[in-house]
């Protein structure tokens, strides 16, 4: 946290407070909180109620911080909201005793619990690893705000006085993490949901820049809110307009009879700052800003605007948002979307009302979609959050082209992956592909990690993503891999069945040719019968409908099926339709088999993520975090970045407890000769990457084309951000293209797998521990049947200013 820039962040019921580190200069300020406290909230704070006590606790925390002492200030609207502060109980003891005060018009929203976040994360940073409390047995609302904070808690009494305690999750326990980190999301997934009805279920919305003449953004979306039959009230904003169709317009937003839910801003690029200005005079709650053409200064300065005023914000630069449901539709699309079950976040606008069509064509239809633009504020992390407990949506399609907290929406897409597909698409594989308005996309092997890790379904293209969403929002997810195919076209079925080996599925049996005179009736049956049959998980159903047969689509229509399935209808017109069902909804038809089967791999895919184990990021009881902590300090005091000495590199190791063979960081050729006559080359890398954080990189090397034993093999790799799980370490391992010479394929001994897999828990640990390892290779490592040996090592320090990625703030 930087005294100089400020931390946003949401209470529990919506609203907008900056949290900073208290200076000498807010002591007037402080001070005139704690004199304005009531008597009874002056007490449960200092034990008693003197009139002194507030000047000498201002003195007291209004200092600059230090690793043994801060106090946070929480300020709304301008004024102090709220102070936490902790001070050390002794030097070294990684023990500090806090206390909180809140102002009495703000009590019962949530800002000594955020406060108190905020003092976890930076105690975190500082090697406090203990807060102690005090607090009066009638205090119970002080006593709630540690019962719930997610912490465990010990109490002691004495004198009508608790005694708390409480250990911070830290470096000994990622479990004890894990679930601080759960309660807290929790939090901040309701604070969002509080703020986010501004933007996404407005009881009023006014479009400032709407214009009597056709063919303007402004003018575009009025009329299609209009048109939507949106309940709420509409306001119009444009000072040189008069009646704007059946809306009455108003000169200026501070004319407006009320602070709106939603202002909805098309105005010039020059005029964004002042609107936005009036907005937050007026009291609105949100902003979707259209207008384009904003450079980096104007950003910065109109998100400036929505977090002093306390708006949330869409865009800039983009196409609006709507939620069907209510009939909103605040975008100027040239046709408005159906009410469904798909919601959409897009970076691209145009792309965004393009899926919106053709989701809409199909019938999934749209529960929520915005056009985020650069996401200056509102971004996929907040929508996903919204989704979670909409109660409308059962599948998300992202299109992301940059992130603000990966590791953020990684937790928060796993979470929300667990109870519905969330699905994207993998754009700017490719130079040529990368988004002119973006300095650098992330590196692909960084954001291929990040969506297999949390459950993402990728596609590659946007025919992918259409035709997989489909299925997704009309079909079960399959129970396995094992697919029955029944086609009155033997050679499709054939073409069917390489599709389903090609995308790692098995086919049930054989494929089922009905020959091409078959019976609906009879075809219908066939499906029914797979479906029963306990082997099977899903059907595909290739049809070609001719003179000769029956009604196969309408067989389809009719088949009493629960697994999911997927038609093929050869001579349909369109990639993929939905074919109504009257028993149960909806079933994808695709125009070819490949296109049905690539959709169902990929919702198998998706279900095997969902069933597998979560996994966990083991505790390791001897590793020597601080001793690690310490000598990369030591080295970034003498050198700002540069890789470690071979001692000092086998020093660092040490600390996680991976040892390097001859005790140094030099290749020891002895050693290797004696490792590889067993052993089988690996190599284990970490790349820092600024954004995503550490980045784990596992392959085989030694592995030389022509060799006698590895001439079919290629030295391939596969990569995992941290923390590893045990689920991710395995998966590694196993996801290399040569994995299966690690199994003995070749004829020699299986190496120790188990101990790779600790090798590679102990390096994620150790990259994520220390952010200042910006590179680390182990090259080689020598997989034996009996162990790993790590034959060298190089390692590289860089400083870097750590930033807690699950700390409650706005972007």
Not at 134 to 158: C, I, K, S
Not at 476 to 501: E, F, K, M, Q
Not at 579 to 589: C, D, T
């Amino acid at each position: 946290m930087n005294a100089a820039k400020p931390v946003y962040a949401l209470l529990a019921d919506g609203t907008t407070v900056e949290i900073r580190p208290a200076t000498p200069d807010d002591f007037d300020a402080v001070k005139a909180m704690h004199e304005a406290m009531s008597p009874d909230n002056t007490y449960m704070r200092f034990f008693n109620i003197s009139r002194a006590a507030g000047e000498v606790e201002a003195r007291r925390i209004c200092r600059y911080p230090t690793p043994a002492s801060v106090a946070l200030l929480a300020l709304s609207g301008g004024e102090v909201a709220g102070c936490a502060s902790y001070t050390a109980v002794s030097p070294q003891s990684g023990s500090a005793e806090v206390a909180f005060a809140v102002a009495d018009h703000m009590h019962h929203r949530g800002i000594a619990t955020l406060l108190l976040e905020h003092l976890v994360s930076w105690a975190r940073g500082h090697q406090v690893t203990t807060f102690t409390a005090q607090t009066l047995t009638e205090n119970r609302v002080m006593l709630n705000v540690f019962a719930d904070a997610g912490l465990p808690v010990d109490r002691r009494y004495a004198d009508g006085v608790y005694e708390l305690t409480f250990p911070l999750p830290g470096d000994d326990s990622w479990t004890a993490l894990d679930d601080y980190l759960t309660v807290v999301a929790e939090r901040e997934r309701s604070a969002e949901a509080a703020s986010l009805r501004h933007v996404f279920a407005p009881e009023s919305v006014a479009v400032v820049g709407a214009s009597r003449r056709k063919g303007t953004a402004g003018r575009a979306i009025l009329d299609n809110i209009a048109a939507g039959g949106y309940a709420g009230r509409l306001y119009a904003v444009n000072p040189h307009a008069g009646q704007i169709g059946r809306v009455h317009r108003l000169a200026s937003v501070l004319d407006l009879p009320e602070p709106v839910d939603l202002a909805v801003i098309a105005v010039p690029a020059g005029a964004v700052l002042e609107v936005a200005e009036q907005c937050g005079k007026r009291g609105v709650r949100s902003l979707v800003v259209i207008t384009s053409g904003l450079d980096a200064e104007a950003c910065e300065a109109l998100l400036a605007v929505c977090r002093r005023h306390g708006m949330r914000l869409v865009g800039p630069d983009g196409f609006g948002v709507a939620v069907p449901s209510i009939g909103l539709n605040a975008t100027f699309a040239a046709s408005p979307p159906r009410p469904g079950v798909a919601g959409l976040v897009m970076q691209s606008g145009g792309l965004g009302f393009a899926l919106v069509d053709q989701l809409s064509r199909l019938g999934v239809g749209i529960s929520v979609f915005a056009s985020v633009g650069p996401k200056l504020d509102v971004s996929s992390n907040d929508l996903l959050l919204w989704w979670e407990h909409d109660g409308v949506t059962k599948v998300a399609v992202l299109y992301i082209e940059s992130f603000g907290n990966p590791r953020k929406f990684a937790r928060t897409a796993r979470r929300v992956g667990a109870v519905m597909p969330v699905l994207t698409v993998l754009a700017g594989r490719s130079a040529t592909g990368q988004h002119p308005g973006i300095d650098s996309a992330p590196p692909l092997a960084s954001r291929e990690a990040l969506f297999e890790q949390a459950g993402v379904i990728t596609t590659r293209g946007f025919g992918e993503l259409i035709e997989a969403t489909a299925l997704l929002a009309t079909q079960p997810v399959p129970a396995g891999r094992t697919v029955a195919i029944v086609s009155n076209v033997g050679s499709a079925g054939l073409l069917a069945a390489d599709a389903c080996t090609d995308r790692g599925l098995t086919v049930y049996r054989s494929p089922i040719d009905m020959t091409a005179t078959v019976r609906g009736e009879d075809f219908r049956q066939c499906l029914e019968s797979l479906a029963a049959q306990d082997e099977v998980d899903a059907i595909i159903a290739v049809v070609l409908p001719t003179g000769a047969t029956g009604d196969l689509v309408q067989a389809v229509q009719d088949a009493d099926v629960g697994i999911p399935l997927a038609a093929v209808v050869l001579n349909q017109p369109e990639s993929v339709r939905l074919l109504p069902r009257p028993a149960h909804g909806q079933v994808p038809a695709y125009g070819y088999p490949e296109a049905a089967v690539a959709a169902l791999a990929r919702a198998a895919a998706y279900g095997a993520w969902r069933a597998e184990p979560r996994g966990r990021v083991h505790d390791f009881p001897d590793i020597k975090t601080a001793n690690a902590r310490a000598l990369a300090r030591e080295f970034g005091s003498q050198a700002p970045q540069g890789w470690l000495a071979p001692d000092q590199t086998a020093d660092l190791l040490r600390c996680y407890g991976i040892p390097l063979a001859g005790g140094e960081g030099s290749r020891v050729d002895l050693i290797e000769s004696a490792a590889r006559a067993d052993g089988i080359e690996v190599i284990v890398r970490v790349a820092a990457d600024p954004t995503f954080g550490p980045l784990v990189t596992f392959g085989l090397g030694g592995v030389e084309p022509g060799s006698p034993r590895t001439s079919q093999v290629f030295a391939d790799s596969s990569a995992r951000l941290t923390p590893l799980t045990d689920t991710d370490a395995d998966k590694l391992i196993r996801s290399v293209r040569s994995a299966p010479l690690l199994s003995g394929a070749d004829g020699r001994p299986a190496a120790d797998l188990g101990a790779l897999r600790d090798l590679l828990l102990r390096v994620s640990r150790l990259a994520d521990d220390l952010p200042e390892v910006v590179s680390l290779d182990l090259d080689p490592v020598i997989a034996r049947p009996d162990r790993a040996v790590v034959a060298h090592a190089r390692i590289k320090l860089a400083p870097v200013q750590p930033r807690d990625p699950f700390l409650r703030r706005l972007r």
